[in-house]
């Protein structure tokens, strides 16, 4: 299966491009229309390809698709950190897990300590 490699996409265009005066939306669209670019086909003479094309590899293994659906906590971030949690808000309604009785905000979908679907 082939897939794209943005990393390495990514990696050769930082390393041709200056972002001194840009900013994160412009670099985005700059890069997007460098990789749609019109570029010669190295495997036929005389004709053009996206650059895009050229950052296909081949790949034995399926891609990991991400299941927003399904939160599992790594543990990488906890609500306990010394520094604190920012995405805490005071309750007032007192919604709180009902796995784990951690103080939830009004809209969260899961809970920051275990990961149970609110």
Known sequence: MEVFDGKKAAQDYMSKH????????????RFA?????SIPDPKNEGKGIPRM????????????LIDDEKYEPSG???????VGNAYNEVQSDGKFCSECG???????KFCPECGTTQ
């Open 18 to 29: 200056t972002l001194a005066f840009s900013t994160p939306e412009l670099t985005l669209m």
């Open 33 to 37: 229309f460098w990789l749609g670019d």
């Open 53 to 64: 094309m050229t950052y296909l590899t081949e790949q034995d293994f399926q891609p990991v």
């Open 76 to 82: 990488a971030v906890r609500s306990s950190a010394v």
């Open 102 to 108: 951690t103080s939830l905000s009004a809209t969260a």
